[in-house]
């Protein structure tokens, strides 16, 4: 992934409609949600609800598909654990966050170091 592609992901989701909607799409799991689930879930109008889905889809972050008469849109996992790759490969010191691959799991574990002292402050 490139910094351009970050950015063009990063302005999709900077609306508070479409992070939440992701949001949703993502808690869904592969299986998705139909626009009519989504719509109501946010309470958003559907023509409203459609210009940010079209807004996601533009991006990269989610997809669609017809299943009958509904439109299901689901997260695009694979983008999203490209884009969370990029900011911890290029903005985050090896120090505090490295992403290992699993592949007993086939996945990616991204580590976060504790960047704060732990230790309890002392009032006197």
Known sequence: MDIQEAIIMFDALSQETRLRAF?????????????GVLSDALGTPHNTLSFHLSHLSNAGIIS???EGRSVIYSANFDITRDLIGFIVKDCCNAEFASIREDEKAGC???ELANCCDSK????T
């Open 23 to 35: 949001r949703l799409l993502v808690q869904a799991g592969p299986d998705g949600l139909a626009a």
């Open 64 to 66: 669609s598909r017809k």
């Open 108 to 110: 990616s574990i991204i």
């Open 120 to 123: 309890p402050k002392i009032k």
